[in-house]
């Protein structure tokens, strides 16, 4: 009922929460919610039928991130992706010890933080973009390979809240050579809709990506897995995806999500250009209300994240007077409760409290046009004005 | 208007939105998440955000969460804590109110341009015949709350509203089963918080301060006894005060924890007259001495007593018959003759009585 109830003039510049489903992907899932429910593992004509579109989903995904199809594990999000590559990893060998940044999504950090009390976790620090410190890193890799460890690396390709991109290649080449043995996992959630996923994929051994992030349904992800790399699955069962994520297959979801992917990589160049534009133009207007810091500037942040810390506000007050308006927007994360909390990410950057207090994250996406700017500029310029009124001196 | 709910999941400010919302206001629920710590007691859990969360849909408000949990952590459970380690005794629910409801809500609600914050406090306000807005007594003499909020003043009070502070507990369970509320009947919240049932005060203190033994000796002097933790005592407590021998009734008269000494002795020797206030707010902005009648605990009967202003910070106040004694950091309100409003409240002293030079030299 509440659905319906949605203005349809707000403002969304939420994107990186989720972006819209694109329209191709709502389609290409349609025929598999009704007509064609079959169920894929079955040996009849219309089991084959749903099948055939999850082999070739798989084949169109493999050739969007640079892979080979049997390497493409669908599975439930970016977060069972995660869990999955940092658990099974770990588990596969006795002397696994999982290390990430402390810039991480909270579905990598806290699986770290998880193993971190039976020594089988660590967290290095980032640099000022949220970048993990390679020099940390190395020097912990050295440390845990001479001690005969095996240490199984997660950094994220995009930094979801600040949006900074980590050079992977020179992340890659640093964990190989100080750890040899290391199985290397990137969360490339953020990074599907603004960068060209081949590359990342031939530097890593596991890849997690959310089907909701490029125009996808919620609740579908997708896993690349190294051929040779071993992965405990986390999920037991029927064998489905070879074994790797057992459970009946989402076929109108994977459908769906590969409708998305291809259609986000064939656009991407333009989008990608477009969409620059458009947050050069958002940064332009929100630094120009004085007292705004761009926490990572355009060239070390994707295109679709603008995060900015803004002075004399909090974030929570902000959000409010936003939404009041129309502009959906966003801080940091929020806890079960719908709580925000302080960002860890900021926190590990070295952001003061007081300012991170006045974060605000900005996300762009396909939907996203010159007039969403303009508004967003024009309603967080009445509202930063407002509550920077109402500060207690 | 445009009021904000401050919505903790019970069935009173459940009640509370549901009026505001009947009554044609612009209604907005807010939960504040105060406590970031470890609880058991519900308060501030996943589950009260979504019963206020719930009603709210029900109600078809806007409902959000503020994190005032930085705020929480330094103006109520830090001070609890150090009050303990110095031997007082501090009523943090009050404290929540006058620096969290009353204070960090109440400016966000003014920045975020609300007329009023709304709560579902047990009190009344009432217009008198200056044309002053002041604290009564909830219409729930059993329920009243009018000495949680007595810290409410001036400006503060003609931007709060207590929609159900008229209607007995009785009637706002039923208003609320009546809208099908889906907290009609969830019980009323006890207890302090932010300190777990399970371990509570002496598990929640003993991470944050060290304990120390303490002796207990007798009114006299005289060594009685040992208690292993001097801090977890107060002032009037009878079990749990390590008495080597069994005596008949004796109770705490007296705690200093820079001696680390407690005193002991019987009802009698708790008995006091004198009842020496400090940090006074007074409701009409002016300190006035005179009869009134003072209650120093939430749910107590207030007592009849004589009061003589000190300072503009402090009173004396003097009971009309003996009390047994109240333990310094305790909140005392005062109330008018007849016991309807809210004239002042302050905090009691560990002294019975001020230097009787202070008044001079004030």
Not at chain 1, 248 to 266: C, E, K, R, S, Y
Not at chain 1, 327 to 332: E, I, K, M, N
Not at chain 2, 31 to 52: I, Q
Not at chain 2, 100 to 115: I, N, P, Q, V, W
């Amino acid at each position: 009922m509440a659905a319906g109830a949605i203005d349809r003039d707000l403002v969304y510049l939420d994107h990186a929460a989720t972006t819209p489903m694109r329209p191709e992907a709502v389609a290409a899932m349609q025929p598999f919610l009704a007509d064609v429910y079959a169920n894929p593992s079955g040996s009849h004509r219309f089991a084959r039928e749903a099948r055939r579109a999850i082999d070739e989903a798989r084949d169109a995904v493999a050739a969007v991130i640079g892979c080979k199809p049997g390497e493409v594990i669908f599975n439930g999000g970016g977060t069972e992706g995660d869990n999955t590559a940092i658990f099974g990893a770990v588990r596969r060998s006795r002397s696994a010890v999982a290390v990430c940044s402390a810039a991480e999504h909270h579905a990598v950090l806290h699986c770290v933080e998880h193993l971190a009390p039976r020594g089988e976790g660590e967290v290095v620090g980032v640099d000022t973009d949220g970048c993990v410190d390679t020099a940390a890193l190395g020097e912990r890799l050295r440390v845990l390979s001479g001690e005969g460890k095996t240490p199984v690396v997660s950094v994220m390709a995009v930094n979801n809240e600040v949006g900074s991109i980590t050079p992977l290649d020179e992340v890659a080449r640093l964990v190989r050579a100080a750890a040899p043995n290391a199985v290397l996992h990137t969360d490339a959630v953020q990074a599907a809709c603004w960068l060209d996923l081949a590359p990342i994929t031939a530097c890593v051994d596991v890849l997690t990506l959310s089907s909701h992030k490029f125009g996808g349904p919620k609740g579908c992800g997708v896993m690349f897995q190294r051929t040779g790399v071993e992965i405990e699955p986390l999920i037991l069962g029927g064998g489905q995806e070879r074994d790797r994520r057992s459970g009946t297959q989402n076929v109108a979801g994977i459908v769906a999500t590969a409708t998305a992917l291809v259609a986000t990589a064939a656009e991407r160049t333009t989008e990608s250009l477009r969409i620059a534009n458009l947050r050069s133009e958002l940064v332009g207007g929100l630094l120009g209300l004085g007292g705004v810091r761009e926490t990572v500037p355009a060239g070390r942040a994707v295109p679709g994240i603008a995060h900015v810390c803004i002075e004399g506000v909090e974030n929570e007050a902000l959000l409010f007077l936003l939404d009041e308006a129309g502009l959906c927007a966003s801080a940091a994360s929020a806890c079960a409760s719908g709580a925000m909390e302080p960002s860890h990410v900021l926190a590990a950057m070295g952001v003061p409290r007081e300012v991170a207090r006045g974060a605000l994250r900005l996300s762009l996406g396909h939907t996203t046009t010159q007039r969403d700017v303009a508004a967003a500029v024009d309603i967080i310029g009445t509202a930063v004005a407002r509550l920077r009124s109402h500060t207690r001196a | 208007m445009k009021v904000l709910v401050a919505m903790s999941g019970g069935v009173d400010s459940s009640v509370a939105a549901a009026l505001m919302k009947r009554e044609g206001h612009h209604v907005v629920g807010v939960t504040m998440r105060l406590w970031g710590g470890e609880s058991d007691t519900g308060c501030c859990s996943v589950s009260d955000v979504d019963d206020a969360r719930r009603v709210a849909q029900q109600l078809d408000i806007d409902h959000l969460v503020f994190n005032f949990s930085d705020d929480f952590q330094e103006k109520v459970v830090d001070p609890y804590v150090h009050a303990h380690a110095t031997g007082v005794t501090p009523n943090p629910c009050i404290e929540c109110n006058r620096s969290l409801k009353f204070s960090r809500l109440t400016e966000r609600a003014d920045a975020l341009g609300f007329d009023a914050v709304v709560t579902g406090h047990h009190a009344r306000l009432v217009r008198n015949a200056n044309g002053d807005m002041r604290v009564h007594r909830g219409g729930d003499a059993a329920k009243d709350q009018s000495y949680v909020v007595h810290m409410l003043t001036g400006r503060e009070l003609e931007r709060t509203l207590f929609p159900v502070g008229h209607m007995t507990k009785a009637e706002v369970r039923a208003l609320a089963a009546e809208l099908g509320l889906r907290t009609a009947s969830k019980p009323d919240s006890q207890d302090v918080c932010f300190i777990p049932t399970t371990g509570g005060r002496e598990t929640f203190l003993g991470k944050r301060i060290p304990f120390h033994v303490g002796r207990v000796v007798d009114t006299e002097g005289h060594d009685v006894g040992h208690v292993d933790a001097v801090e977890l005592v107060t002032i009037g407590q009878r079990r749990g005060i390590g008495l080597y021998k069994t005596e008949a009734k004796r109770f705490v008269v007296d705690v200093d924890t820079e001696s680390r000494t407690v005193v002991v002795g019987t009802e009698n020797d708790l008995q006091r007259t004198g009842l020496a206030l400090h940090s006074m707010v007074w409701a009409s902005g002016a300190a006035e001495s005179g009869r009134f009648r003072v209650q120093c605990s939430a749910h107590g009967t207030s007592l009849p007593c004589t009061v003589e202003v000190v300072d503009a910070d402090r009173v004396q106040v003097t009971l009309d018959a003996p009390h047994r004694r109240i333990a310094p950091g305790q909140s005392a309100v005062l109330y008018d003759e007849s016991d309807a409003y809210v004239v002042a409240g302050g905090l009691v002293s560990a002294a019975s009585a001020w230097p009787a030079s202070v008044g001079a030299t004030a």
